[in-house]
């Protein structure tokens, strides 16, 4: 069975001290579960320093973007290559790339392949606006943005991408709406069958999709306990170790029981 993946993005947030503290609070309330893997993913600043902080068995890093380039005269950017051995995971697309800094489908496809080029799992984010939604075309706008991004990869790659669900619609900082699980559940299944088509059983059983939209603990339970979810992203939530605690001890609880069903 996979294990249940938690993210905490924690966007433009902590300074290096303040991302030392809350560190310090996650090894203290979070406990190392077999079956749970916590993924933290810190401002750019805030990562190497807490690559020297955090427990490597309890935590893996994530970097919240990279540069598709390996190296160059890119002045300010940070290329994946420089970040391989410092993090497992980096998040792509989110759409907070996608909207503030117009990223699209072809850099984001370029920056899943360096990560995964590199050794970098990436966790893909996809996701419709609250107009793509009203407009019916989410499907659409969510096909799109999955088979651009993994164009490049072969099945043996796809089988081990993490993709997250994120409907910008239900997003806080985007004024975002309360969302259904149900809804929810359709969307990570057709993430599942645009896979299976490209790709074929095994990569879309294998990857691993999850919920990221406003994830607090009052709702983690109702998101992670939808078939066929293996684990959520979590923002604004995250950057309090009480919230993420709680989010953490929910997968592993969800987890559990999954296991004793099965």
């Known amino acids: 069975m996979k294990k249940k993946l938690v993210v905490a993005n924690w966007k433009m947030h902590l300074s290096t001290s303040e991302a030392s503290i809350l ?3 996650l090894h203290e309330h979070i406990k190392t579960h077999r079956t749970i893997e916590v993924v933290l993913a810190p401002s750019m600043l805030t990562l190497q320093p807490i690559s020297l902080e955090i427990d490597s068995r309890r935590f893996k890093l994530a970097s919240q973007d990279g540069y598709p380039k390996d190296d160059g005269p890119y002045t300010g950017e940070v290329s994946f290559a420089m970040m391989r051995d410092l993090v497992d995971y980096s998040i792509i697309g989110h759409s907070a790339r996608r909207i503030y800094f117009e990223e699209g489908l072809e850099l984001i496809r370029d920056k899943v392949q360096a990560a995964v080029r590199n050794g970098i799992t990436p966790i893909l984010c996809v996701g419709e606006t609250k107009n793509e939604r009203a407009q019916g075309e989410a499907k659409r706008v969510i096909h799109d943005q999955v088979t651009s991004a993994v164009s490049n990869l072969t099945a043996e790659e796809i089988e081990k ?21 149900e809804d929810m559940q359709r969307a990570m299944e057709y993430i599942r069958q645009i896979i299976k088509e490209l790709y074929g059983e095994a990569a879309a059983s294998n990857a691993r999709v999850l919920y990221g939209g406003s994830v607090e603990p009052h709702d983690a339970r109702a998101y992670l306990s939808l078939p066929g979810c293996d684990g959520v992203l979590v923002g604004a939530a995250s950057l309090n170790y009480r919230q993420f605690t709680d989010i953490v001890e929910i997968a592993y609880d969800v987890q559990n029981q999954t296991e004793d069903h099965a």
Not at 161 to 181: C, L, M, Q
């Open 23 to 25: 560190v310090h609070r």
């Open 161 to 181: 991408i993490v993709i997250a669900y994120e409907p910008i619609w239900a997003i806080s900082t985007f004024d975002g709406e309360p969302s259904k699980p």
